[in-house]
């Protein structure tokens, strides 16, 4: 998998990502931008149809 987000810091995770994750887990659910970049992520294509974004082989361009 390409451009999976960094893992941070042990201080990060243990203090800060504690806290997020408390917040996330007491509303029930995480809310991001689903069109944010992801850093090492190769751009998105939104022309790209589904079939092949999701990597069914039938579906990939040149097979």
Same mark, same amino acid.
């Given at each position: 998998? @390409? =451009?999976?987000?960094?893992? !941070?810091?042990?201080?990060?995770?243990?203090?800060? =990502?504690?806290?997020? !994750? /408390?917040?996330?887990? #007491? /509303?029930?659910?995480?809310?991001?931008?689903l069109d944010a970049?992801?850093? =090492?992520?190769?751009?998105?294509?939104?022309?790209?149809?589904?079939?092949?974004?999701? =990597?069914?082989? #039938?579906? /990939?361009?040149? @097979?």
């Open positions: 998998m @390409t =451009g999976y987000p960094r893992l !941070k810091p042990a201080l990060f995770r243990a203090t800060v =990502g504690a806290l997020a !994750k /408390r917040v996330f887990l #007491s /509303r029930g659910r995480m809310r991001h931008p970049v992801i850093d =090492g992520a190769p751009q998105l294509d939104p022309n790209l149809p589904l079939a092949a974004a999701v =990597g069914q082989p #039938s579906a /990939r361009p040149g @097979t």
